[in-house]
């Protein structure tokens, strides 16, 4: 069975890297992109859920999801900011517009409990735990 792909965008590596780990405890394999390039590549291996933080340089979140729309993407998308609300809102309908499956947002700081149950609310938990950070 294959296994189920998360990428992990955000420009900090800390964060991609955390979210990365939660990938893990949820049972995917993970790749991460923090620059316009890497993040081109990572969508060129149609993931499964992209975790998305919309405020980066170079390329920000709203760029990613009309990346994600040109490739006909159906990835579980997951957007994740410390921004205002009123940018994560129109974000968020951007996304629900343009057909993309948006499966629910997190605002910076949250608790990794939060990703872990918002991965469970929207069924992407496996329990596999033998996956892991595949190099793009």
Request: glycine residues 8%; contains cysteine; charged residues 25%.
């Amino acid at each position: 069975m294959k296994r189920r792909l998360l990428l992990s965008i955000d420009d900090d590596p800390a964060i991609r890297k955390l979210v990365g780990g939660l990938a893990e405890r949820a049972g995917f394999d993970w790749i991460e992109a923090g620059d316009p390039q890497a993040i081109d590549q990572a969508l060129d291996r149609q993931p499964d859920v992209v975790v998305l933080d919309l405020t980066m340089p170079g390329m920000d979140g709203n760029e990613v999801l009309w990346a994600l729309k040109q490739r006909s993407s159906r990835a579980a998308i997951i957007i994740s900011s410390g921004f205002i609300d009123v940018c994560v809102q129109t974000a968020v309908l951007y996304a629900v517009k343009a057909g993309l499956n948006y499966a629910g947002r997190l605002d910076k700081p949250y608790a990794p409990g939060e990703l872990l149950a918002l991965f469970a609310n929207i069924g992407l938990c496996h329990g596999n735990r033998e996956n892991h950070h595949v190099q793009p």
